[in-house]
C-alpha cells in the first residue's frame, strides 16, 4: 500500500500483521514449528532444530532482496527456503540438510498467511467488541431521543437514534458471531507436499502433520487444500459483509452530518475534517474511510471468488492472485473498524436540531398516526384519502397540518383538540423503539 494514505485507511497493528517483517516470520514460524516436529517424531534428529530456529528470525532477511529473487521463482517460499538454508549452513552444515524437510512452497506460504490470519482474528475481534460496547452506550443514552426516520431519502414517521443506533449494533454483534464460527475453519494447517500426499515423509508423514498442527496450534484438517480455497474465501466474504456494515453506518452518519440536517456528527478535533480553502467546513472524514472501505471490498471478494477454480493439485496464477488480495481487505477493514471506533465514541448529537427537523415539514411526519387513528373509525380507504387531502391543503397552503386538521369536518367530528395534538406529537408514535434498543444491548451483552 502507498505509505501516504497506510495511516488512514488502514490500522497501524493490522498494517503490521501484514507487513513485509508479517509475513516472512508466518513462514519461518512454519520452518521452525516443521523442524520440532519432525524432530519429536524421530524424522530429524533433535540436535538440528535448535540451529534451525535460530535462523527462523526474519530480522535476518533483506526483504528487498528476497523480492528480487521471488520475481524469478515465482513465489516466497522458495527464495527465503533457499537463504534459511543458508543461514543455517553457516551454523551447522548437518543441520541445513533438514530445513524444510518434506514441505512444499505452499506449505510454508499458506499455514504463515493462516498464523497471520489467527492475528488478524483477533484483532478484529477486539475492535468490533469495542465498537459494540461503544453502540450500546450511545443505543442506551438515546433510546428516547426522537428524530425523523427517512426512507428512500425522503422525511418518513420518526424514530429514535437509539434505535438506529440499535441496527448498527445488530450487524457488529453479527459480525463477531460469525468470526468466532470461522475460526475452526479458518486457522487450520496446510502441509502436503509435492501433491498433497506428503509421500516424501513416507509412514511418518501423519504423526509429523499432528505434531506440526500441536506446534503451531493449528487445526489439522481432514486433508492439504492447496486448491480448495473455501476457507480463506470464507473468510474474505465477512471481511466483506463487516466492510459493508460498517459503511452503512458511515452513510448514516455522513448523512445526518450533512449541513441541512446536522443531526448528528463525528467528533471534532483540531485540523480534522477542515478543507483547503473553506474555513467553516466540517467534512466527515471518519465515514468516509467506512464507505471506501465498502466501496472497495467488494472488487477484492470477488477476486478471491474468481481465484477458486484452481487447476489440479497446484494453481497457476489464480492463487498468486490471492497473496495480496486477502491482507488488503484485511487492512481495509481494520481502518474502518479504527475510524468507526473515533465517530462512535465521541459522537455528538443535537438534540434541538431533531426536534426542529421533525417539525419542518408542518406535521406531515405524523400523517401516518392520523390516518391509522382515523381508520379505526370510518375504514381505512376513507381515511387515507381524508388525510391525504389535508395534507395536500396543507402543502398547497403553507401552513401546518395541525390546523388543516382542526378545521376539517369530518376531522372535528372523530377528533377532540386533545386528540389531535396528541397523535401530532412524534414522541408519542415511537411504536417499539426503545424495545428494539432494549434487545439489541441485552443480546450484545450476552455475548
Not at 147 to 168: C, D, F, I
Not at 304 to 329: I, K, N, V
Amino acid at each position: 500500500m502507498n505509505q501516504l494514505f497506510d495511516a488512514y485507511f488502514t490500522s497501524a497493528p493490522m498494517r503490521q500483521v501484514f507487513s513485509d517483517h508479517g509475513r516472512l516470520q508466518g513462514m519461518l514460524d512454519f520452518e521452525a514449528a516443521l523442524a520440532r516436529a519432525e524432530a519429536r517424531c524421530g524424522v530429524v534428529p533433535q540436535s538440528a532444530v535448535a540451529t534451525i530456529e535460530a535462523a527462523c528470525n526474519a530480522e535476518l532477511y533483506d526483504p528487498v532482496t528476497l523480492a528480487q529473487a521471488i520475481a524469478t521463482a515465482g513465489n516466497s517460499a522458495i527464495p527465503l527456503a533457499k537463504a534459511l538454508g543458508k543461514h543455517v549452513a553457516a551454523t551447522s552444515v548437518e543441520a541445513e540438510k533438514f530445513v524444510h524437510l518434506g514441505a512444499t512452497s505452499q506449505d510454508a506460504m499458506d499455514t504463515g498467511l493462516v498464523l497471520q490470519l489467527r492475528q488478524a482474528v483477533g484483532l478484529l475481534d477486539k475492535d468490533l467488541a469495542r465498537l459494540g460496547d461503544s453502540l450500546a452506550l450511545q443505543a442506551e443514552r438515546h433510546a428516547g431521543t426522537p428524530m425523523v426516520g427517512r426512507t428512500w431519502l425522503q422525511h418518513a414517521t420518526p424514530v429514535t437514534l437509539g434505535m438506529k443506533v440499535a441496527g448498527w449494533l445488530g450487524a457488529v454483534d453479527r459480525h463477531r458471531q460469525r468470526l468466532r464460527e470461522i475460526e475452526p475453519r479458518l486457522l487450520c494447517l496446510q502441509f502436503g507436499g509435492a501433491s498433497g500426499s506428503l509421500a516424501a515423509l513416507g509412514e511418518q508423514a501423519w504423526p509429523v502433520s499432528e505434531a506440526l498442527a500441536e506446534e503451531l496450534r493449528l487445526n489439522l484438517p481432514e486433508q492439504p487444500w492447496h486448491t480448495q480455497r473455501d476457507r480463506l474465501v470464507e473468510f474474505a466474504g465477512l471481511l466483506g459483509m463487516i466492510a459493508g456494515s460498517l459503511g452503512k453506518m458511515g452513510r448514516d452518519l455522513s448523512l445526518l452530518m450533512q449541513t441541512d440536517v446536522g443531526e448528528v456528527f463525528e467528533p471534532s478535533a483540531p485540523g480534522k475534517g477542515g478543507s483547503s480553502t473553506m474555513p467553516h467546513k466540517r467534512n466527515p472524514v471518519g465515514s468516509a474511510v467506512m464507505i471506501s472501505a465498502a466501496t472497495r471490498a467488494p472488487g477484492l471478494v470477488a477476486t478471491l471468488l474468481s481465484a477458486m477454480a484452481q487447476e489440479h493439485e497446484r494453481s497457476l496464477g489464480l492463487w498468486h492472485a490471492e497473496w495480496e488480495t486477502l491482507p488488503e481487505l484485511c487492512c481495509l477493514v481494520s481502518g474502518s473498524l479504527a475510524q468507526a471506533l473515533l465517530a462512535v465514541d465521541g459522537l455528538e448529537v443535537d438534540p434541538e436540531r431533531m426536534v426542529a427537523n421533525l417539525e419542518r415539514t408542518r406535521g406531515l411526519v405524523m400523517a401516518e398516526a392520523i390516518s391509522i387513528a382515523l381508520a379505526q373509525r370510518i375504514g381505512r380507504d376513507a381515511a387515507h384519502h381524508l388525510v391525504e387531502q389535508c395534507c395536500k391543503r396543507a402543502v398547497a397552503d403553507g401552513r401546518h397540518l395541525r390546523g388543516v386538521l382542526g378545521e376539517t369536518a369530518e376531522i372535528r367530528q372523530q377528533f377532540n383538540d386533545a386528540e389531535l395534538d396528541r397523535l401530532l406529537d412524534p414522541a408519542s408514535y415511537l411504536g417499539q423503539a426503545k424495545r428494539w434498543v432494549e434487545r439489541a444491548v441485552a443480546e450484545h451483552r450476552n455475548l
